[in-house]
């Protein structure tokens, strides 16, 4: 039910708490039910935050009063698939991360053993309640006993392998760290998964073809993706698409190359002219300025090569300790960052606010379908306010690239 409130909630938001929710995680169809990028999707980390931010805004707490269990439950289960599936060290199962930590202050930091054991006793508490409903209104399980029985082999052998391998009996034999990705890998299974990226319903002869082809090379299908095409015309057509491609890139390449020219110069020009440090923060989209916030720390810290200068970097990234007190535009940084988060300074998140509004204002308006010159349009309307040219152009810069 939450779910599916947090997906009609941000159906028509540009900027969402949840990016990838769609139609699919909500309504799956029958094929989509066993799509596992769907179920991880859905639950999510985003999501159990998307829960608690939109349960403490006053503006939607009406809808989502009572979504604690269901944000504990999306948490759980993210955290459960993530750590049995860990890819790297970093990822990985050790003796710090095992057991429960005590600190000096006395608190208790969740170990990894802990957080499966506490996925077994939600799965029983679930079979009970399915087998002994009570004064409840009987319901169908959410999942299947098979699924469950699934759940509960694979979480026990988990715990019970890193066990061994952490505390075994021959102190030689123990391992510094558990990768447990590799457990989840079935060869059989994986290689039915390369088949059925080919054919998603292989008859008995294509099914030996495609195993006799897959002996030669690695099939693109992923590129073809739900294309109407046939199996021995792959080479062909990627090659006649990539042909395509590389004769009319010089043009677009020039065509674009010349718009960012003219536009840089016009920035430069108009902007140069007229601006302000400061702009009024605006409260009355929480969820909203978050986002924008998150955003604004994205943008800066996947263009760090455009910083060379120490005393630009400084006006744009900032510590998180250096913001205002009053300031909770980053809480939902705070919230997502592992240490790796950049933080922006309060003049970046201001002057992408400010862009913002303008660009949601111009495609509120159902009119914009018939304007081509989109982001001349934008780009014109946001010289009219009062904003720094540095992280004006930065934004531009952004733009450009997509």
Known sequence: MFYQRVFEHQRLLGLKLVPKLKL?????????????????????KHMAMALKFLREDRKTAHLFNGSEATEKLTKLINDTFDIMNGRHKGESINGNNWNNLVEMEGKVTKGKKSVLEDMLKIIELTEECHRNPGKRPIMAAFASDTTLDGWRLSIRSTIDLTEELLNPKNPLEKYDFVLTAKWNQDALEMTFGRIRSVDT??????????????SLYTPAKILL??????????????VDFKECLIKKFPDNAKA???????????LMEELGKRYVNELPLSKEDRIGNFLIYDVAGYMVKTRENLFECEACRQTVITKEADLPSDFDADAYTRARTKG??????LSMYQTLCAIEKVVSNHFK????????DTFQECIAKVKLTNVLPLFVILIAIVIWEL
């Open 201 to 214: 319903h292989p008859t008995a002869a294509s099914f030996l073809h495609i195993i006799r082809m897959m």
């Open 256 to 266: 674009a190359t010349d718009l960012r020219v003219a536009m840089k110069d016009d």
């Open 225 to 238: 993706r739900n294309a109407n095409v046939e199996n021995d015309d792959h080479i062909r057509v990627l």
């Open 340 to 345: 790796g988060l950049v933080f922006v300074t």
């Open 365 to 372: 308006s159902l009119n914009h379908i018939y304007i081509t």
């Open 24 to 44: 699919a995680h909500i309504w799956p169809s029958t094929w989509q039910r066993m799509t596992v990028s769907l179920a991880t999707q859905l639950y999510s």
